[in-house]
């Protein structure tokens, strides 16, 4: 017999990576080996970079069985209109204050009841979209073990969907170790690589030379170390700083000429940029990335463009979706909130932008094994590696939990 919740309990925790304040970072702020030295800009932090947090959310039935779950915020919190940093202690209050109380004696099987019953009877939860992300996932996982199959197919069967029947391809990031961890990705047959952190001028080149350099660097070591027909496509972010190093108006022949030299260094691979400006909102990043994304269509530059920054909500990843400004975007998980909503954001892109399945090297193990099974019910165009930027701790966590659950179902072929 499907039991009930009897308590709920909320543990802070670490996260997988750091906050760092990226008005900071991108204004010059100087590293002390590690850690950026300096007064913090962005609201809610003490210091330009600070170590991740969590709370493992623990949900406990009545027969004994648990439900797990991490709330968990991104890197860059606070950043192009994100929630500001949050602290675990006060998530922690809040999970076993009114969400505790909300949710005893409430169905462990009914994911969907009792997520709606919390946004109906507990205010708070609208405030912080981290609280969000980690109550869903114990939620989600409470209500699987309760009725006993696996997360994706509860999810799966909500949307009146089948699941992929191959794992989805993932993405990698180097973190700050751009050469050597992009050489870990080649070695393992990463289809989508390597991310990067070139989140200020000095790392892009006052004039792009050194992402420049750094793709034909990355093109060459795929030819000379990757594995027998290893086709991936190549993907930077680049946080705004390509727009940085040329200036606006974005769309004219000096950008374009731009984004022809890379497409002929990672040649003969496919590239993808990410974020390549940051216009300062919204409305802004819509108007510069469709100019930006319209000039190289009709000046034959085959780079595809992806969206992160401005595009957090569902609501934000339809307006850029619908608005046909970009190839790609970036579901950014945490920034969803509720687990589904990643599910909704994915599916809504299907007629727009093709969608991929991101999220944050600040995210956990628990928060990453989440992920997997949100991809494998959504059908994105891949999934991010995470939590960490060591490359093989998130590869590991993210493809390990889709091959165990297509097993589980009969389904594989890895």
Request: with cysteine; hydrophobic share 40%; charged share 25%.
């Amino acid at each position: 017999m499907v039991g009930t919740i009897q308590d709920v309990l909320a543990v802070p925790a670490k996260a997988g990576y750091y906050f760092l304040d990226q008005q900071a970072i991108q204004r010059g702020a100087e590293r002390d080996g590690f850690p950026y030295v300096g007064i913090p800009l962005t609201e809610g932090f003490s210091a330009i970079s600070e170590p991740g947090e969590s709370v493992n959310v623990i949900v406990e039935m009545e027969n004994g069985l648990v439900g797990y779950g991490d709330c968990t915020a991104v890197v860059y919190s606070g950043a192009a209109g994100r929630d500001t940093r949050f602290y675990a202690e006060d998530v922690a209050e809040t999970v076993t204050g009114p969400v505790r109380d909300a949710l005893i004696g409430q169905s462990a099987a009914d994911y969907f009841g009792n997520i709606e019953l919390l946004q109906d009877d507990v205010p708070e939860m609208e405030e912080q979209t981290a609280l969000q992300y980690g109550v869903s996932q114990a939620l989600l996982d409470t209500a699987a073990t309760a009725t006993r199959q696996a997360k994706a197919s509860l999810l799966a069967d909500e949307y009146g969907r089948s699941i992929v029947r191959e794992p989805t391809p993932i993405y990698a990031q180097t973190g700050e170790l751009h050469h050597r961890n992009a050489e870990k990705m080649i070695m393992n047959g990463i289809k989508i690589l390597p991310h990067g952190s070139f989140h200020n001028l000095e790392e892009v080149g006052e004039n792009g030379e050194k992402l420049l350099d750094y793709v034909q660097w990355l093109s060459r070591r795929i030819d000379e170390i990757g594995p027998d027909a290893y086709s991936p496509r190549l993907h930077l972010d680049v946080y705004g700083q390509i727009g940085a190093a040329f200036g606006t108006p974005y769309a004219r022949d000096e950008v374009c000429d731009f984004f022809a030299e890379l497409e002929e260094a990672a040649s003969p691979y496919k590239i993808t940029i990410e974020a390549p400006v940051d216009a300062g909102g919204q409305a802004a990043q819509i108007a510069a990335l469709g100019g930006l994304r319209d000039a190289l269509i009709e000046s034959n530059v085959d780079v595809d463009i992806a969206v992160d920054e401005w595009c957090n909500t569902y609501e934000d990843i339809c307006r850029f979706s619908n608005a046909e400004v970009v190839d790609l975007v970036q579901v950014k998980m945490p920034d969803l909130g509720y687990l589904h909503r990643s599910v909704d954001a994915v599916l809504a892109c299907s007629d727009g932008a093709r969608a991929f399945l991101g999220g944050s090297a600040n995210e956990t193990d628990l928060s990453a094994r989440a992920s997997a099974h949100v991809a494998l019910a959504s059908d994105p165009e891949f999934v991010m590696a995470k939590p960490g930027v060591d490359v093989d701790t998130g590869i590991m966590t993210v493809r390990n939990e889709m091959c165990r659950t297509l097993a589980r179902l009969g389904r594989a072929s890895v």
